[in-house]
């Protein structure tokens, strides 16, 4: 595996080492506060820790790493790495919402100008809110999953290199606007959504993929054209790993769906344990317990 290709991204390197380590910062500026002055203490936990730099060390894993050159030889090993930057990544950064942590861990004069550039510029707040609505961001959410799958374009992708690029970014950037609705992570520019909408939400960003890996599963030929490498440990037909790709992402593409569902149901059963205990004498009458239409 190491002697395979890597493709050596400096930027993005530099970008995501720069992120962990202004989170880290923050996260241990944030833990020296007492717990009562303090709500973002609560989060700064060792397990939401780990969670963040999981997301962060894979998309290192997803675009440096050989997973990216045997993406373009294994149409399966592509579907992993479509997984990890649609779900896998913005679940695991977005659901401890780092940003605070983040924004702490800048130097002090960085905050005070980005700070003044946001106050000074109402109206791009206003279009930023508006360009990223719910409804918006799930269909550049569901346009991103499909569009990539087009034989052409895939074909193109796979063989160009900007254009990988190009479909790297636009993957990233909505599965990170989708999941900072799923998880109503900080900063909040709209407003959350009723629990059982929000289930309904967080739920529709399995359809597409699941469609896709029920679609590829049964095909009975190959829709793009990858080679058959033989690497001696990994040997694979075309057809088979289309197959294996189909399901790849039929199996493992709702799994944080799943896990974000779950996640939003404890959220609600902690609201409801946190309700006033009421005597039985409060709700156990032949009055509330008449069937609606009922009470006459």
Do not use: C
């Amino acid at each position: 595996m190491l002697l395979l290709p890597w493709h050596p991204r400096p930027l993005l390197i530099l970008f995501v080492l720069a992120v962990a380590i202004a989170y880290v910062r923050g996260w241990r500026r944030v833990r020296r506060l007492p717990l009562e002055r303090a709500p973002l203490r609560r989060l700064a936990t060792g397990r939401l820790l780990a969670l963040t730099l999981a997301g962060l060390a894979l998309v290192l894993v997803a675009l440096v790493s050989p997973l990216d050159y045997l993406g373009t030889q294994f149409f399966f090993l592509r579907m992993a790495q479509h997984l990890l930057l649609l779900n896998v990544v913005p679940a695991l950064f977005f659901i401890p919402n780092p940003l605070p942590f983040i924004w702490f861990g800048l130097p002090f004069g960085w905050r005070r100008r980005v700070a003044e550039h946001i106050a000074g510029r109402p109206r791009r707040l206003v279009w930023t809110r508006r360009l990223t609505g719910k409804g918006l961001v799930l269909i550049l959410f569901t346009a991103a999953t499909l569009v990539w799958y087009d034989p052409g374009l895939h074909q193109a992708s796979r063989a160009w290199g900007p254009l990988h690029d190009v479909e790297v970014a636009v993957m990233v950037a909505a599965g990170a606007l989708y999941w900072w609705h799923i998880t109503a992570a900080v900063p909040r520019l709209h407003d959350p959504l009723p629990l059982w909408p929000q289930v309904a939400y967080t739920a529709a960003g399995a359809l597409p993929i699941k469609l896709a890996g029920l679609f590829f599963l049964f095909a009975e030929s190959p829709l793009y054209a990858y080679p058959t490498p033989d690497l001696g440990w990994l040997s694979l037909s075309p057809l088979r790993s289309f197959h294996l790709g189909g399901a790849v992402i039929w199996m493992l593409g709702g799994v944080a769906y799943s896990y974000a569902a779950l996640w939003l149901m404890g959220l609600w059963l902690a609201g409801e344990d946190r309700k006033p205990w009421q005597p039985r004498a409060a709700w156990d009458t032949p009055e509330v317990m008449l069937a609606p239409g009922w009470e006459k």
